[in-house]
Each structure stands twice: as structure tokens, then as C-alpha cells.
């Protein structure tokens, strides 16, 4: 397939200034063309994230990566909600690296998708942006009315003059609005005025998808393309010694074979010529600085740790005081493995290096690192690498590696063959499973240790949580940011906010050196300090007769959204109505300033093996702007945290990683998602995220549910009964 990106020709197009708050394009060629029809029809470009064509075709650049999770779904929504827009016309396309225009508003000047932000960051801007170009577009009409601007209604993309009987759809004004003033506060609706947002509107991306035409970063096929893949180092921090290439090089399709930082790259006609071409080469791996720990050794160095105070990340009360005079003391050591994002697309990227340029196609989740780390590599200015924002099939944070391992992969490669006979031809690199899975970057392994004391009444008096594992911000662009006084907040979040009224609780951390690399994964923090919390929490409530749920919800007195999805949950589930073999569990968790709760019904088999038969979510997000992309987060989110509590682990013997692909590193099986019944809090306040919030919550809920049935705790994931 061959894809056109040229620029596009502007010349005819007025740009125009910015209202506060709004970011629009002044001389922006990369964006121009984004923002370009696809018929070729001229088009108003009313700022840096809206068009309107003359055949009335409304496109919506975005600066979030679509993964799945419905972020272009969701930003469009908010445009066409304040333009009046009909759905069926607008397009979405992914917008260029530049973050001065296309910054994540909550990292400063900064590009690109992660923390489960998208909605929250861009939900006014976004807005804001959808009704100046309305206000464009109804002055251009007003003006060749010659009425009142105010006595103009617009419905479906239509505007409509009542008094004159005169009506216009945006393409039929879309030139001519380019002259008119950008109105410096447009004005937004109301909450009852919406249309489109809290309501259902059609995925974007749905068709395409459907269909086969989307475009993900494998489907990119340019003239002249190069196909690489990558040998690496059987153990972490070996590196290349030497190599033998020649029966590689004698296999049919294969270009050449070239050494790069990260190891030994082999280049064909097509994958598969270089997969089969890798077989052949004779590695001579210097392991001399190679690691040869083991994933048991780390847990027992790990336990070592816990035994002594770490750095302080919480301190309320006097914690030590507290938990010596309790009548009953609670102690619990949880284990949580190392874990791989793998997505269903493993990882890939195209670049092609020009005279004085770069091009990269990828489904780019970190913009403006990806964009600094590759100009670095070619000597170029990060101006000079346009990237392609494509669609990724999933991410689970991945994409946004903090050392943008594959795409300097890619780059080393192109730079490799620069002066050769090859230079200049576009290299594809793509990632095996076995690779994503063995080369990658991964949710780091966590031991955790609690204390809990209660009084003799029953009241839970002291909380004592200490966590031992790597740092994810240690060594990256963000440690300066945001590792204070020792404390990697990703480390404890989910346990340092634990939002339970208890007079003395402490948090603190042990942060380890491992040479395993790490990076977030899905829900980060949470997805381990979730599940002790509410583990913990609700062994305690059962060793002192209460009830999980009421205890909760006793605890959680001055917390109005935990308490809203909790009793929302617990309404729509029949909590306190048994169901003949059912188990019932409960937890609820904020991540990513949502709150979720769930109640999982749980069957177990007489084999040990564990049936969540339904699981009933009531979620506290804010404003919902789609429900359906809010439910299908939901039932993603918990899918994916299930998915790891009940196989997810990977697992380190002499260095080596023994996991490789679906069959020992298993994902999910479709007979074991259950019902989802998903529940929104009404809420008029802003948006935050749906992406991660759900998945951290699934684990203890159903590990709640199996310790109802069987009174017994599982203190290590993945899950294992028998």
C-alpha cells in the first residue's frame, strides 16, 4: 500500500490566532496536511485540531494515540458536541509531533497518551476548539445574511436562519469562514444542552477496523522497504562480541546483516525471509556483565528488606505505638511477579532517513521522548523527525517506553546503512512475540508486607505498608520531575492515598536495583498495591466478624465517589442475596483520580480451577462522554487485570527469561470473561480516566470472593488453588 504524506498546499488557507486556552496553527505544513480533505476539496483549518471542508467533511486531528481504548472517539465527541456537527462527517486523524501545540496539558510541554489523561487534559481545550470553529462558520454565515450572528441555529452541521428561511450546511461556508475572527472566549454549552456527549455516538474507528482498512504500522509498505528483525542477548547486559553472518547472508531475501547497540539486525525482502535468516547467525554473546539472578533469589533478597523500615512515603500517627497496644495484630506478605504488556500487536515502527529529515510511522505513544531520542541518534533537531501517528493494537504503556528501546532500534538500523547501497531505503523493524516477550521491558516484581492493628471493639486502629521493588522512574527523562525525597510515587500510589480513615497509618518503600528493565504497565502502582490493600482490609473484616461491604463503606465515611460506586455496585449485584455456589467478593480502588468498585461471583471447579461468572463495576469518572467507550473500558480493564491474576507471571531463571509466547505466557481465554455489568455514577464534574481504573480492582475482588468460599488467602499471583 502506498500512503501519501505530502504537504499540503496552504496557500489558499488563512491561519489564524489563538483564544486562551486553545492552541491554533500558525505556519504548521505537518498539520496542514493532516488536516487536508481527503477528496482534495479546500477546507477551512479553524485551528490546530479542526478542519471543515467544502464537501462538509469535518476532520479532528488528535493528539492522543488510539490503542482501543476510544480516545478519538472521545475527543472528536467534544468537537462535534460544541460545533453542532452531524457525527456522520467527521474523521479523526492522528496529529504530528509538535508539542507546543499538541503538549498533554497535564505534562507540561510534553507529547503524548498515557496515565489514562486523554479525556481530562484535552476536555475543555478540545471544546473549546469544536466551538470556535462553529463561531467562524456561523459569522461567515450572519455576514453574507446579513442577520444577527445570535439569530442563526445549528443542528447536525446545518445552520439555519429562521426569519429568512435561509439554511447552509458548514462545507457550503467553510472558505469563507477562514476570514473571519476567532472569537477570543467561545462560548460553550451547558451540561443540558449537550447532544453527543453522555450519549451514544458510533466509534470512529469501528468501520475501519471492521473492514480491514485501517492502518497500523504493519500495514505501512513503502517503496523500497527493508524488513528487519532484531537478535538479542539471551540475558540481560550482555552485549555483542562477535558474529559469524555468512549463512544468514546466504539465505534468499536477506540484504545484509549489521550490529547495533542492542544486538545483531538482520535485513530482507519481507519478514519472514529475515526471521528465518536470524536462525542462521552465530552470535559470540559477551555475558562477563551479564546478569544470572533468578526471580526466587530476588524474592527472598526482597523479604530480607521487608523486615527493616524503609523510606518514608506516608506517615499518620504513631503507627509502631499503635499496632503494640492493639488487642489483635494482622501480618500478611504479598508477591507480585514481573509482568509483559503483550499486546495483541507486537512492537514495530518504519522510519526512512532523508538528506536532512526523518520519517517514522508507528503507533507513537510518546512523542516528544520518541522525537528527542531519534534526532539524537541521526544528529538532527527534533523538528526534523515527523512522526506518523498510526493506530497500535494496544499498548498497556509499552509504546510509551521511556527509552524508546524499538524505535532507536529502527533508527540504528537506518543510520547503519547510511552510505551504503541501501542508504536511504526505509527500514521496517518488527518485534516476534518471542521478542516482545523476552527482549522487553516489563511491570516490575513487588514483595509487600503489611501490619494492621484493631482495638478491642473491633476498630481497625493501625496500618503499617511496606513495599520492596524497582523504581520505573529511576534512571528515565522523569526522574528529576518526579522521584521525590527517595519516593517513586509509581512505587506506592494506590497505597500512599489510601483513602480509609484509620488515626495511624504508615507507607514506605524499598527501592531496588535490578538490571531487569522495567517500564508502567496498565494501571502501574495500582496494579499491586490494589490488590493487598483490599485483600488485607478484607481479612481483617472477616477474623473480626463484618461484614466486607458495610465495613467499607463505614470506612470510607468522608469519600462521597467511593462510597457512590461502591453502593452502586453492591445495589446492582444483590450484595447480601446468596446465589446457590456463588462466592461473592468486593474491593474497590482510585486510580487515575476514578474511582471503581467491583463485586466478582465466583464458581470453583472441584479441580482447583476458578469460574468469575459475573462481575457487576460501578464507576465514579466524572462526566461520562461516551458510556459505551466507559463500559468497554470497564469490561477491557478488568479482562486484562484478570488475565494476570489468573496466569500473568514471568518468571527469571539464570537470567533468562523462561516465558516466550501465548502458550506459557497466556492471555485470557474467551470462555473466561465474565458478564459485565457495568454502572456509571451520574456526575456533572470533569472527566478523568477509564483506561487503567478497572483493571487493579478485578484481582482482589475475585481473590475476596475465593477466600469467602474457602477461607483460604492468596498471598502470591498468579492465582493457584490446587
Not at 458548514?170 to 454549552?189: D, R, W
Not at 541518534?377 to 523527525?385: D, H, M, S
Not at 465514579?620 to 507471571?649: F, K, T, W
Amino acid at each position: 500500500m502506498n500512503i501519501d504524506y505530502g504537504i499540503a498546499n496552504i496557500s489558499r488557507r488563512r491561519f489564524v490566532q489563538a483564544a486562551a486556552g486553545l492552541t491554533l496553527a500558525i505556519r504548521m505544513p505537518a498539520a496542514a496536511a493532516a488536516l487536508k480533505p481527503k477528496s482534495g476539496a479546500e477546507a477551512l483549518i479553524a485551528n490546530a485540531f479542526v478542519s471543515v471542508a467544502t464537501d462538509g467533511t469535518i476532520t479532528v486531528l488528535a493528539k492522543h494515540l488510539e490503542m482501543g481504548q476510544g480516545s478519538h472517539t472521545g475527543l472528536a465527541t467534544l468537537v462535534a458536541e460544541e460545533m453542532d456537527a452531524d457525527w456522520g462527517m467527521v474523521r479523526v486523524a492522528g496529529a504530528p509531533a509538535d508539542a507546543a501545540k499538541y503538549n498533554n496539558l497535564f505534562w507540561g510541554k510534553a507529547q503524548g497518551t498515557g496515565g489514562s489523561n486523554a479525556m481530562a487534559n484535552a476536555y475543555e481545550q478540545m471544546r473549546r476548539a469544536g466551538a470556535s470553529a462553529r463561531a467562524m462558520l456561523v459569522s461567515a454565515a450572519a455576514r453574507a445574511w446579513q442577520v444577527d450572528a445570535d439569530a442563526i441555529e445549528v443542528e447536525q452541521g446545518v445552520m439555519r436562519h429562521a426569519a429568512s428561511g435561509r439554511h447552509a450546511s458548514f462545507g457550503e461556508f467553510a472558505l469563507a469562514a477562514a476570514s473571519e475572527n476567532v472569537p477570543a472566549e467561545p462560548k460553550l454549552k451547558s451540561a443540558k444542552q449537550f447532544r453527543l456527549i453522555g450519549k451514544h455516538v458510533p466509534r470512529v474507528d469501528s468501520k475501519a477496523k471492521t473492514n480491514g482498512s485501517a492502518i497500523y504500522t504493519q500495514d505501512i509498505q513503502l517503496p523500497g522497504m527493508i524488513v528487519a528483525v532484531v537478535a538479542h542477548p539471551p540475558r540481560f547486559l550482555a552485549s555483542v562480541r562477535g558474529f559469524d553472518a555468512a549463512a544468514a547472508r546466504r539465505m534468499p531475501g536477506v540484504f545484509d546483516v549489521v550490529a547495533i547497540p542492542s544486538g545483531v539486525a538482520v535485513l530482507a525482502r519481507d519478514y519472514w525471509s529475515a526471521h528465518q535468516a536470524r536462525e542462521k547467525l552465530k552470535i559470540d554473546w559477551d555475558e562477563s556483565h551479564a546478569w544470572r539472578g533468578n526471580t526466587e533469589d530476588l524474592i527472598a533478597d526482597y523479604r530480607k528488606l521487608a523486615q527493616q523500615p524503609g523510606t518514608s512515603a506516608r506517615q499518620d500517627g504513631n503507627v509502631e505505638a499503635a499496632l503494640a497496644s492493639a488487642a489483635k495484630v494482622f501480618e500478611a506478605e504479598y508477591v507480585f511477579p514481573y509482568l509483559a504488556h503483550a499486546a495483541m500487536e507486537p512492537l514495530n515502527c518504519v522510519i526512512q532517513l532523508g538528506a536532512d529529515q526523518c520519517e517514522v510511522w508507528n503507533g507513537e505513544q510518546f512523542q516528544t521522548v520518541d522525537q528527542a531520542v531519534i534526532a539524537g541518534i541521526f544528529g538532527l533537531k527534533p523538528e526534523q523527525v515527523k512522526l506518523n501517528m498510526l493506530y497500535a493494537g494496544g499498548s498497556f504503556g509499552r509504546r510509551a517506553n521511556p527509552g524508546s528501546d524499538y524505535l532507536k532500534e529502527t533508527a540504528f538500523i537506518a543510520k547503519a546503512l547510511a552510505g551504503g547501497k541501501l542508504a536511504g531505503r526505509p527500514v521496517k523493524l518488527v518485534w516476534s512475540r518471542e521478542d516482545d516477550t523476552r527482549a522487553g521491558w516489563y511491570r516490575p516484581l513487588y514483595l509487600h508486607r503489611l501490619r494492621a492493628g484493631v482495638d478491642a471493639a473491633g476498630k481497625l486502629v493501625a496500618w503499617q505498608h511496606r513495599i520492596v521493588g524497582q523504581s520505573i522512574l529511576k534512571g528515565t527523562p522523569f526522574e528529576g520531575a518526579m522521584v521525590k525525597s527517595g519516593i517513586d510515587p509509581t512505587s506506592v500510589e494506590g497505597a500512599a492515598n489510601l483513602p480509609y480513615a484509620i488515626p495511624n497509618l504508615s507507607v514506605d518503600l524499598h527501592t531496588t536495583t535490578v538490571p531487569v528493565p522495567v517500564q508502567w504497565w496498565r494501571s502501574v502502582g495500582s496494579t499491586h498495591t490494589a490488590y493487598s490493600s483490599e485483600t488485607f482490609l478484607d481479612e481483617i473484616a472477616l477474623a473480626t466478624g463484618k461484614d466486607p461491604l458495610a465495613w467499607r463503606l463505614e470506612l470510607l465515611a468522608g469519600k462521597p465517589r467511593h462510597l457512590a460506586a461502591l453502593k452502586l455496585a453492591a445495589e446492582h449485584a444483590g450484595w447480601g442475596t446468596p446465589s446457590a455456589g456463588i462466592a461473592r467478593g468486593v474491593a474497590v480502588h482510585e486510580a487515575f483520580n476514578t474511582v471503581v468498585a467491583q463485586i466478582a461471583d465466583v464458581r470453583l471447579g472441584n479441580d482447583g480451577s476458578i469460574h468469575v461468572e459475573r462481575v457487576v463495576v460501578g464507576v465514579d469518572c466524572g462526566i461520562a462522554i461516551n458510556p459505551d467507550v466507559i463500559r468497554a473500558q470497564m469490561e477491557g480493564g478488568l479482562g486484562y487485570g484478570l488475565s494476570a491474576a489468573l496466569h500473568g507471571a514471568i518468571t527469571i531463571v539464570d537470567g533468562q527469561v523462561q516465558q516466550s509466547n501465548f502458550h506459557d505466557y497466556m492471555p485470557l481465554r474467551i470462555d473466561e470473561m465474565p458478564k459485565v455489568d457495568v454502572h456509571i455514577v451520574a456526575s456533572a464534574a470533569p472527566p478523568t480516566g477509564v483506561g487503567e481504573p478497572a483493571t487493579p480492582v478485578i484481582a482482589p475482588a475475585v481473590a475476596n470472593a475465593i477466600a469467602q468460599a474457602t477461607g483460604k488467602r492468596l498471598y502470591r499471583l498468579p492465582f493457584k488453588l490446587a
